[in-house]
């Protein structure tokens, strides 16, 4: 009897760093290879292709940018149409709206059996102009009506999308964003680490991890910063963006030059973690920030925003605190609630490793997936290798 053959899977993504690239090299690295075929269409010479080319992923080069380009938006729709024709691709798997948008538009054209898109972030970022989120929730519409299943990485993005966007139920599902918790259980020479910023030995550590975008909400944490001057706090921030000058600005107009750093972009994440007291996240939107589950692994307490699928990772209380966005008096308030009591910061930081180790690993978030993909097949009477 000939052997049945694998199922082709091309993902395609816009340029991505942080949460979404992490999501989608551990949903690629962990994809079951006996029974899936991954190519992954991404544009060149950015840090996640350079990833996936190191894993020895089949890459297509596309010209896809975030921003809409009719030129460069109809050669990704010609170059993947193409792609799924000669292939045989089974599966088109899309992530970010952008992706999403002209990925869906060459599943339809090619007749791709199954068309999945994965939603990371809020699509009704507030930065955009009430004419452009009626369009993009317009095209979303039709679109819908093509895609198989919208995977959501929170409940409070799939409810989003149930209100705004008025889908079905049943063609939304939720799979939570998963980690390797191991890699940031991990012991480290925390005085080296600390000496590498020139951090005293006496100062606690309140950290964020994120993109100095306007999503990101850093400056929220700076006004909070000013709020604790009293206090033996160093406030390191981790990344890079576009908003960084103007943040390093807003330190020297309130006098906190020597009470935050600003570490720029690092690799050596799960060490950087292992040094903090105190894990923020002060974002103004978010899908479910892999910065806070990175951070319960590592046994750090979190103190984050009400925001998407902020209060589905952080039991309040228990692996940390949640406070209103864009409220930098409330976020002050709740850390100097957690400075000074050691023992809740432990109870906390030890509460957050095993809620990670239960809910958010990359092997249930990768078996939900194959789970539905094998799902979808099933619905489309299209056979897989047992």
């Known amino acids: 009897m000939k052997p049945l053959t694998k199922i082709k899977v ?19 690295r962990y994809t079951d290879k006996n029974k899936f075929s991954v190519t992954v269409a991404c544009p060149p010479g950015t840090s996640m292709w350079d990833e996936l080319y190191d894993m020895g992923v089949d890459l297509i080069p596309i010209p896809l940018r975030g921003e809409l380009s009719p030129t460069k938006d109809y050669l990704v729709v010609h170059t993947l149409v193409k792609y799924l024709h000669q292939s045989r691709t089974t599966i088109l798997h899309t992530h970010s709206s952008k992706a999403a ?7 339809i054209i090619a007749r791709t059996p199954v068309i999945i898109f994965t939603v990371h972030n ?47 139920p049943t063609r939304l599902t939720t799979i939570y964003n998963g980690i390797e918790v191991e890699k940031f259980t991990t012991q480290s020479d925390l005085n080296e680490i600390r000496q590498s910023f020139n951090i005293p030995e006496s100062s606690m550590i309140i950290g964020t991890i994120a993109r100095l ?26 990344g890079d963006g576009p908003l960084r000058q103007e943040l390093e600005q807003e330190v020297s107009e309130r006098g906190l030059q020597n009470r935050v750093i600003f570490a720029g972009k690092r690799d050596n994440i ?115 290798q047992r």
């Open 213 to 238: 975008a306007p999503q990101k909400g850093v400056s929220y944490l700076l006004k909070a910063a000013s709020h604790l001057k009293e206090y033996n706090v160093t406030f390191l921030v981790v």
């Open 101 to 107: 948008l002209v990925g869906r538009v060459a599943g």
């Open 10 to 28: 091309l993902h395609v993504v816009r340029p991505a760093a942080g949460g979404m690239k992490n999501h989608l090299i551990n949903l690629i």
């Open 122 to 168: 809020s699509i009704f970022y507030e930065e955009w102009s009430r004419l452009k989120k009626k369009i993009y929730s317009t095209v979303e519409k039709i679109l819908a009506r093509f895609t198989d299943r919208i995977i959501t990485v929170s409940e409070a993005l799939k409810q989003e999308l149930l209100v705004k966007e008025d889908l079905s």
């Open 270 to 384: 799960p060490e950087i973690l292992s040094i903090l007291d105190i894990f923020v996240l002060p974002s103004v939107t978010e899908g479910l920030p892999l910065t806070i589950l990175e951070a319960m692994a590592a046994s750090k307490p979190v103190v984050a925003t009400r925001v998407g699928g902020v209060p589905e990772a952080i039991v309040e209380g228990k692996t940390g605190l949640v406070v209103s966005p864009k409220d930098p008096e409330a976020l002050a308030v709740a850390l100097a609630g957690l400075l000074g009591e050691r023992d809740r910061l432990n109870r906390m930081g030890q509460n957050g490793q095993k809620h990670a180790s239960e809910k958010f690993t990359v092997n249930l978030m990768v078996e939900k997936t194959m789970d539905l993909y094998k799902q979808l097949l099933l619905e489309k009477k299209i056979k897989t």
